[in-house]
Each structure stands twice: as C-alpha cells, then as structure tokens.
C-alpha cells in the first residue's frame, strides 16, 4: 500500500512540476540576468553605470518576484525526488528461524554481557 501512495505522489508532482517547466525557466532567466545585473554593479564606477545596472537589476528582480508558481515547480520537484528516493529504499529484514530454540537467548545473553 506504501508503494502505491507514492505512486500517486510521485504522479501528481510530475505533472504539476511538467506543467510549471516555463515559470521555473522564466525564474531561471530573471536570476541569471539579476546576478550579471549584481555583478556589472559592483564593478563600474560610473554613477550613470551604476544606475542602469541598478534599474536592470530592479526589473529583474520584479520579475523573478512574479514567478511565484516556479516556486511550485520547485516544491514538486523536491517531493518527486523525495519519493524517488523512498521508492529505492529496500527494507532490509533479517528473519533467522532456528530449529534450536536456544538461539535467540544465546544471543540475547551475549548482548547483556557486552555491557
């Protein structure tokens, strides 16, 4: 039944990230133009320079703001991959039927006696 729920998981935050690709592109986008923007900045030392950059870096960061659903898309990404990772998981389950019925005490004994 675990399998099945991320199944379902998994799904629906494919589709949402699939269908969220061009705000996350947008968002991509505006944050490379707000880093060259930041950078080109730091560099001029022109007061007009540092305007223009400053307005460049203005509008890009309006429009990495306006992205909200890329935020979306990002969040479906990290639960896809969350549920990629738990699909992996194998259960690691030892089961040691012994026909001697001491065993387990055996071990249990050795146990105690390490402490």
């Known amino acids: 039944m675990k399998k099945f729920g991320l199944f379902i998981l998994g799904g629906i935050a494919a589709i949402v990230l699939l269908s969220h690709v061009g705000p996350m592109i947008g968002l991509a986008i505006s944050l490379a133009i707000l880093y060259f ?14 305007v223009i950059w400053a307005i460049i870096g203005v509008l890009a960061l309006t429009a990495s703001a306006s992205n909200v659903p890329a935020i979306l ?43």
């Open 73 to 115: 898309g990002l969040v479906a990404a990290y639960i896809l991959y969350v549920v990629i990772k738990n699909w992996k998981k194998e259960k690691h389950q030892v089961v040691t039927e012994s026909s001697d019925p001491f065993t387990n005490f055996e071990k249990q004994w050795a146990e105690l006696n390490k402490h």
């Open 37 to 50: 923007a930041f950078k080109k900045f730091m560099k001029t030392d022109s007061t007009v320079g540092k």
